[in-house]
Every structure is written in structure tokens, then in C-alpha cells.
């Protein structure tokens, strides 16, 4: 049913969901394999989709760790917030820094991204990163997958350190940028 939801949303609007497939078991443990768990207090997810991330999330955290999630679709936030209510939900990933400040969270120890941002204007990636560096703590992470290298040189450019690991069983393959604030 998950996989069918996507594919109907992928051929909908193809730019803003990004893939014709939900992603695998195998990228969402990558993308929440570098969070520190018991020091975590808030988490924002971009891009939730179908909800892969957010159900790690939502089992991984602790109870005082506030999670905050983006999903643009209506529906498929909709149907996250009947699986997860004790999360937080918005629509528009460029309002994370407002959002965040809504919730009484002073900045977040991770944002995690599912965001096309391929399919994306330069001028809506800028505005988007804008917001995650203003909403990240020191030393907090940015951690986003993607299915190139496209957004390399843009991340090194904003981030302290960036690692990429890549993901071969994935549909489809996927490189998971591990980026760090200074």
C-alpha cells in the first residue's frame, strides 16, 4: 500500500516527490546511524514522504526528544500524523527556522532531509539550506540522501565537514551526505 502511495504521488507531481519508490530499510538506516540518540533533543525531518525516517525516529528517540516533521503532500502528512501525534508537522520545509521557534525549540541536533533538491530552483535550495543553518545547533548535522553528487559543492560550501557514504541497495542507488555545522 506504502509503495502504491508513492508510486500515485511520483506521477502526480514527479518534482516534488523525487523517486517512483519509497526508500529502502537500507537508506533509512544510514540516515539515522549517525545520531547520537540518548544526547538528542529535537530532530526535524524534511521531506517525510511515506514516512521511512519518521518511523525510525519515532522508535529511536527518547521521550524528551521533540521531533519535528516536513512533508509537503497533504495526504501523506495527514496519514503521518495518524501514525505519530506525538510529533510535530508543518508543510513548508523553508519555514523550519519559524516552525522550530512555534515549538519553543531553541535549534535542533539533527535535520534530516528526503528533499528533491535536484528537482529544485537554486533560489529554493538556497532558501531552504538557509533555514537549516540558522535552525542547526553547533556542531549539529545535516543529513540528506540524494541520487548524485549534485548538491556536493553547495554543502562543502555551507558545512564545516561533509562526509558521503553511498547506498547501493536502494532503488534507486543513493549517496547519504553527513554534514556537520562548525
Not at 521531506?47 to 509537503?72: D, N, Q, S, W
Not at 519555514?95 to 535536484?118: C, R, T, W
Amino acid at each position: 500500500m506504502e509503495k502504491f502511495l508513492f508510486l500515485s504521488k511520483f506521477l502526480q507531481s514527479p518534482k516534488t516527490v523525487g523517486s517512483i519508490t519509497p526508500s529502502s530499510r537500507f537508506l533509512a538506516r544510514a540516515m539515522v546511524n549517525p545520531i547520537d540518540w540518548p544526547a538528542t533533543e529535537s530532530i526535524a525531518e524534511l521531506g517525510a514522504g511515506t514516512g521511512i525516517f519518521t518511523r525510525y525516529l519515532h522508535e529511536l528517540k527518547h521521550p524528551g526528544c521533540k521531533v519535528m516533521v516536513f512533508e509537503r503532500d497533504d495526504n501523506m502528512r495527514n496519514r503521518l500524523e495518524s501514525l505519530y501525534p506525538d510529533l510535530y508537522y508543518h508543510d513548508n520545509a523553508v519555514e523550519i527556522y519559524s516552525a522550530m521557534k512555534k515549538h519553543h525549540i531553541n535549534q535542533f541536533d539533527y535535520v534530516i532531509s528526503g528533499l528533491p533538491f535536484m528537482n529544485f530552483s537554486q533560489e529554493l535550495r538556497d532558501a531552504i539550506m538557509e533555514g537549516v543553518e540558522k535552525s542547526l545547533k553547533p556542531g549539529g548535522m545535516f543529513i540528506a540522501f540524494q541520487y548524485s553528487l549534485q548538491m556536493k559543492k553547495q554543502l562543502e560550501q555551507r558545512f564545516n565537514r561533509l562526509d558521503i557514504n553511498f547506498v547501493p541497495i536502494n532503488i534507486p542507488p543513493a549517496f547519504v551526505y553527513c554534514c556537520q555545522k562548525a
